[in-house]
């Protein structure tokens, strides 16, 4: 008898590894076909959909396959009960540890899709496409340890009763972190920047570096990060420069008194001529404005058909050294803050 009972259970475990071993090589070379079958057909398309099936089949690797070898043999060879119990738990988990990220990635190349469906008419702000990932993500992982739970016996309404009671006081000790949470998905929606913008908020400019959902960081022209709350950013003003394509330069320019009237009359000539020789500068008017405490003031003011700053500095520059020159050359005198004192006897 016990002769017997050895080669019956010889007789099991061979069974057993048989299957496994069948089960394993079959499903290992399913998903190599497959894969390579997809690989050929993502050659010939432009679409990105086949290399998507390429990816999610990798991602089933050899544990999975050592998972699914050893459940597919527990279904037919009873080994121990406590070995099946086991090797069902186990082999629950991985199934939705894989299920779940397989969701995860479908999910992501959704999103992905939607967001970007819009990319011809505007340009794309990856900043959503992150944290809806992080979102769906976190949703997704969520869901796949309440089903885990709930397989193990646990009470997951239960669970999830305390955690919404939970989730109230939360709310209420996190109000303004979710406050900034929504301040982003306003910034997302209404766009009154994008990562990349030239913006000013009140005294400081700089270059949108990042936006994250609760607050965005602005490089200054100082060199430093700026870090401002997305609330913050909502409730004040902001110039955006990204549509600038011109700029408004203003300035009043002063000569001395005792200037003669044919040299004033030049000084409109002269300006007007400078600034429509300077490429992308565009004239806009000149005039003897007003007579100042200690000067004769004219009023100047043209566009810079640049937005780039630095650029539209450089134009202002040239400018400013031809009015100078131009200046030097009709010997006309600029104006500084002087007084003259007429004493009488």
Same mark, same amino acid.
Not at 180 to 198: A, Q, T
């Given at each position: 008898?016990?002769?017997? +009972?050895?080669?019956?259970?010889?007789?099991?475990?061979?069974?057993?590894?048989?299957?496994?071993? +069948?089960?394993?090589?079959?499903?290992?070379?399913?998903?190599?076909?497959?894969?390579?079958?997809?690989?050929?057909?993502?050659?010939?398309?432009?679409?990105?959909?086949?290399?998507?099936?390429?990816?999610?089949?990798?991602?089933?690797?050899?544990?999975?396959?050592?998972?699914?070898?050893?459940?597919?043999?527990?279904? $037919?060879?009873?080994?121990?009960?406590?070995?099946? $119990?086991?090797?069902?738990?186990?082999?629950?988990?991985?199934?939705?540890?894989?299920?779940?990220?397989?969701?995860?990635?479908?999910?992501?190349?959704?999103?992905?899709?939607?967001?970007?469906?819009?990319?011809?008419?505007?340009?794309?702000?990856?900043?959503?496409?992150?944290?809806?990932?992080?979102?769906?993500?976190?949703?997704?992982?969520?869901?796949?340890?309440?089903?885990?739970?709930?397989?193990?016996?646990?009470?997951?309404?239960?669970?999830?009763?305390?955690?919404?009671?939970?989730?109230?006081?939360?709310?209420?000790?996190?109000?303004?972190?979710?406050?900034?949470?929504?301040?982003?998905?306003?910034?997302?929606?209404?766009?009154?920047?994008?990562?990349?913008?030239?913006?000013?908020?009140?005294?400081?400019?700089? /270059?949108?570096?990042?936006?994250?959902?609760?607050?965005?960081?602005?490089?200054?022209?100082?060199?430093?990060?700026?870090?401002?709350?997305?609330?913050?950013?909502?409730?004040?003003?902001?110039?955006?420069?990204?549509?600038?394509?011109?700029?408004?330069?203003?300035?009043?320019?002063?000569?001395?008194?005792?200037?003669?009237?044919? /040299?004033?009359?030049?000084?409109?000539?002269?300006?007007?001529?400078?600034?429509?020789?300077?490429?992308?500068?565009? $004239?806009?008017?000149?005039?003897?404005?007003?007579?100042?405490?200690?000067?004769?003031?004219?009023?100047?003011?043209?566009?810079?058909?640049?937005?780039?700053?630095?650029?539209?500095?450089?134009?202002?520059?040239?400018?400013?050294?031809?009015?100078?020159?131009?200046?030097?050359?009709?010997?006309?005198?600029?104006?500084?803050?002087?007084?003259?004192?007429?004493?009488?006897?």
């Amino acid at each position: 008898m016990q002769n017997l +009972s050895a080669e019956s259970l010889y007789y099991k475990y061979a069974l057993f590894l048989f299957l496994f071993l +069948s089960a394993f090589i079959v499903l290992t070379l399913v998903k190599f076909l497959l894969a390579k079958r997809f690989e050929r057909a993502a050659e010939k398309t432009k679409n990105d959909f086949d290399d998507l099936l390429v990816n999610l089949l990798r991602g089933f690797d050899v544990v999975f396959d050592i998972l699914f070898g050893l459940f597919f043999a527990t279904q $037919f060879v009873d080994l121990h009960e406590r070995v099946d $119990f086991y090797i069902s738990r186990v082999s629950l988990i991985v199934v939705i540890f894989y299920v779940t990220r397989f969701l995860v990635t479908i999910t992501n190349y959704g999103f992905r899709k939607i967001l970007t469906s819009k990319k011809e008419k505007e340009e794309f702000d990856p900043t959503m496409l992150k944290v809806v990932r992080k979102v769906s993500g976190t949703v997704l992982w969520i869901v796949a340890i309440i089903v885990v739970l709930q397989n193990f016996g646990y009470n997951v309404s239960t669970l999830v009763g305390g955690l919404g009671l939970a989730g109230i006081a939360l709310a209420f000790g996190l109000q303004s972190f979710l406050e900034d949470i929504f301040s982003f998905f306003s910034i997302y929606i209404d766009k009154p920047f994008k990562v990349g913008d030239s913006i000013q908020v009140g005294d400081d400019s700089g /270059k949108v570096k990042r936006i994250g959902m609760k607050s965005t960081i602005i490089k200054t022209l100082r060199g430093e990060n700026l870090v401002i709350s997305n609330r913050e950013l909502t409730q004040v003003r902001i110039h955006n420069y990204r549509t600038l394509r011109k700029r408004r330069v203003a300035f009043d320019i002063g000569v001395e008194y005792g200037t003669s009237k044919k /040299k004033l009359e030049k000084i409109s000539l002269i300006i007007k001529k400078i600034v429509k020789g300077i490429d992308q500068a565009e $004239f806009s008017r000149v005039h003897f404005k007003e007579f100042g405490e200690s000067a004769l003031v004219f009023g100047v003011v043209y566009f810079v058909l640049v937005g780039d700053f630095r650029k539209h500095m450089d134009i202002r520059e040239k400018v400013n050294f031809k009015i100078v020159e131009a200046f030097e050359k009709e010997k006309i005198s600029m104006a500084f803050p002087s007084q003259t004192i007429y004493v009488r006897k």
